[in-house]
């Protein structure tokens, strides 16, 4: 048994290396920053000063910080559902047509995924702007108001549009996967009781699906923690809050406002936001 | 439209678009440059580069800058000093840069020999620690060479030297004269004929042609207006500051902007955007209020389409009588970074880059960067009718219009190592005041506050005046 497990640790070893050279070593890097504060005297570089858990006091007063958080949720309860919703349509649509068109349809949804996030971003940048927007031009043909997409209220959501545009078609592939797998005698069985298509959809697919989902859910849960890209693109555009999300706030403040150590202890409790927040589902898959 | 553009974050210099298809009339312009130096005397005069000795050994020195086509010096120096290879790397314009720029700062490597900052975002790395102070490098020696004001805002403290002035941005007014002549419209010479104009275009143009575009995000523009009534920002005592983004001088410009944006007389779109440039290339905005080096920027960014079109007229006044004035806005120096292997060699090649008749010259007139060099200022070169910005303009010397108001900007002017936050603060304001939630008065004053509460809270001892 140990002879196996010195095996393991062999075969783990080059993840390992990385994974702590490039993962844990900078969040050990980012703990020990967020507990120094700047003092500064005159013109000159600040000098850091030990300062126990002062930004994290700092940081849990921040409004701005806090708005940045609250943005994240209200992206999260929106978005994530509009586009797991989406993604179970599609699949089970794709899965229940055959022939070219699925093909078709298969990779067209999924195009978007292949896409680098930034230039999908920059894309939308032009499909946002006011005048030059497509969507503004048919609103015009039929004499409605526009709209600017890249508004201050309106702009998160903007940006929940590209992520659901963006993803829609990477979870759809796995739902779509995952309804593969489901064993043809069930809906042989299904059948001969009499099951009609909802039935089968809400009694045999939708419940099969719900280990993938919960899956795709923590994903995209995280993926919203994550949220940076398409914000960081859009900003020159037009004014896009600092705190539109709470990754660019953090980026913001390390490399505009050259303040580490305050971006280090505001990632940190990001980290651990996220971490209780995904914590319980992740069990629940890992107990299965 | 102009479908080629790509935006930038902000593009204080110009530079929008690759300048690939100019590139054999910039290298022909070079060695044109290049002949009559070596003739016929000329009344440009250059430091003598031989003072500068740099390190010995074949040298690469690594530059960033974002003005698109500099990597064409780059041959001209190596020919000059052939133990050095410069190599040019543009990493994204103004802010994206200095992001960047305050990363590697701060990792100790990974940073350039030569990096090209505005004077505005200049203190915010002298804080850093992380600039050498070139006068150890004969720098001084040269002070002579460039126009004084911009010497200032290299060297805040008027001792250490922390680059060399590349550009600067004095103010003016571009226009179409094409549009002004349809409707009508007189060139203002006093913020008042200006609002009138403005009202005048708005209602014969049934508010489908708007004078200008107020510019909502992009601080420095703002701040380069209020430079030319008479507003400082910013003002250090020893070790201490003041900030005043909301003082009467500044309040006056914004409440003046405030009428004719609730009015709809102006435009808001964000400059260096596609929004902004189909705007002015589809002729619903007549005028443009442009640093010096705004029209070489519009001429490219527009891929000269309007070109011809457009005249450059002094930056309108508060009131007639008064002695001229005007504002600055960008313009950029060359800094050494300390972890240069280099830094002699660095300090000669920024100098090099922003004294040499042959880049200074070329600069404007591929580029539109308005020079900070005296000479280059003086030169009659600056003046080419077949080439951009004065061919944008219709041959006019544009260049002289900008070299007076260049004159009536005042040179006492301060920025402060929290620019960068400053800076991004500005549009928060200016959107609220846009959508009607604020007056110019309580955008101004939460401008001041929020500045000032981040200033606090990153440990300076900074007090609202």
């Known amino acids: 048994m140990r002879r196996y497990r010195k095996t393991a640790y062999l075969f783990l070893t080059p993840f390992l290396a990385v994974f702590i050279a490039f993962y844990l070593a900078p969040v050990c890097y980012a703990l020990y920053l967020s507990l120094f504060i700047r003092k500064r005297v005159g013109i000159g570089p600040p000098k850091d000063v030990f300062g126990g858990l002062a930004n994290y006091i700092r940081a849990v007063q921040d409004t701005d910080f806090l708005i940045g958080l609250k943005n994240m949720f209200v992206f999260g309860v929106v978005q994530v559902p509009i586009m797991l919703g989406l993604a179970i349509l599609l699949a089970l649509l794709l899965h229940q047509s055959r022939g070219f068109f699925m093909k078709v349809c298969r990779t067209a949804y999924f195009m978007p995924y292949g896409i680098p996030t930034a230039i999908g971003a920059m894309v939308w940048g032009y499909l946002y702007a006011p005048n030059l927007s497509p969507f503004n031009q048919i609103l015009r043909a039929f004499h409605q108001g526009t709209i600017d997409f890249l508004s201050p209220a309106i702009v998160l959501f903007s940006i929940a549009n590209i992520v659901t545009w963006t993803w829609t078609g990477y979870n759809m592939i796995t739902l779509f996967a995952a309804l593969q797998n489901i064993p043809q005698d069930l809906y042989e069985a299904a059948r001969v009781d009499g099951a009609k298509t909802w039935d089968i959809v809400r009694r045999i697919q939708i419940p099969l699906l719900l280990p993938t989902l919960r899956l795709l859910f923590i994903f995209s849960v995280i993926g919203t923690s994550q949220l940076f890209t398409e914000a960081f693109v859009l900003r020159p555009l037009g004014y896009l809050a600092d705190n539109i999300t709470p990754n660019l706030y953090v980026y913001l403040t390390a490399a505009r406002d050259a303040n580490y150590s305050y971006a280090g202890a505001l990632a940190i409790l990001l980290a651990l936001l996220i971490f209780v927040i995904s914590g319980p589902f992740l069990r629940r898959i890992a107990s299965r | ?465």
Not at chain 2, 356 to 384: C, E, H, M, R
């Open chain 2, 1 to 465: 439209m102009n479908n080629s553009i790509v935006w930038r974050s902000f593009s204080p210099s110009p530079g929008r678009r690759t300048a690939l298809p100019f590139l054999p009339w910039v290298v022909a312009g070079y060695v044109c440059l290049l002949l009559p130096s070596l003739s016929a005397q000329s009344a440009y005069q250059e430091p003598d580069y031989s003072k500068l000795k740099p390190e010995s050994g074949p040298i690469t020195l690594e530059v960033w800058t974002w003005v698109v086509g500099l990597d064409k010096a780059a041959p001209l120096f190596e020919q000059a000093f052939p133990n050095i290879k410069v190599h040019i790397n543009n990493v994204g314009a103004g802010p994206t840069e200095y992001q960047k720029l305050q990363t590697a700062i701060k990792a100790g490597s990974g940073g350039p020999d030569v990096a090209q900052i505005e004077y505005d975002f200049l203190p915010s790395f002298i804080v850093t620690d992380g600039l050498v102070d070139i006068s150890e490098y004969g720098a001084s020696d040269v002070k002579s060479f460039f126009v004084p004001w911009t010497w200032g805002q290299c060297s805040p403290d008027g001792k250490a030297v922390y680059g060399s002035p590349q550009d600067s941005g004095p103010m003016a007014l571009l226009y179409n004269k094409k549009i002004f002549d349809q409707y009508g419209l007189t060139v203002p010479t006093t913020w008042e004929e200006f609002a009138q104009q403005a009202e005048k275009l708005a209602k014969a143009s049934d508010g489908k042609v708007k004078l200008v575009d107020f510019v909502p995000t992009q601080a420095p523009w703002f701040i380069g207006l209020a430079w030319a009534n008479g507003a400082t920002l910013f003002k250090q005592n020893g070790d201490s500051w003041t900030q005043s983004l909301n003082s009467p001088e500044c309040q006056k410009v914004l409440d003046f902007w405030a009428e004719l944006i609730k009015k709809k007389y102006v435009a808001t779109i964000p400059d260096f955007t596609p929004e902004f440039y189909t705007a002015v290339g589809s002729g619903q905005i007549a005028a443009s209020i442009e640093a010096a080096w705004g029209p070489g920027v519009l001429a490219q960014s527009l891929n000269d389409k309007t070109s011809g079109e457009w005249q450059v007229a002094p930056l309108p006044q508060w009131s007639k009588g008064q002695p001229f004035r005007s504002g600055n806005w960008g313009g950029s120096c060359d800094v050494v970074l300390k972890q240069s292997k280099y830094p002699k060699a660095a300090t000669l090649f920024s100098i090099w880059l922003n004294a040499a008749k042959g880049p200074v010259i070329n600069n404007w007139t591929s580029y539109g960067i308005f020079p900070a060099s005296l000479s280059g200022l003086a030169s009659p070169d600056l003046n080419q009718a077949d080439k951009n910005p004065s061919k944008f303009c219709a041959g006019q010397n544009v260049a002289q219009i900008y070299a007076d108001a260049s004159k009536a900007v005042n040179v006492d002017f301060e920025w402060s190592p929290w620019f960068a936050f400053v800076n991004d603060d500005y549009n928060k304001q200016i959107a609220a005041l846009i959508a009607g939630a604020m007056t110019a008065k309580q955008a101004l004053d939460a401008w001041q506050a929020d500045s000032l509460k981040n200033a606090t809270s990153d440990g300076y001892d900074v007090k609202g005046k």
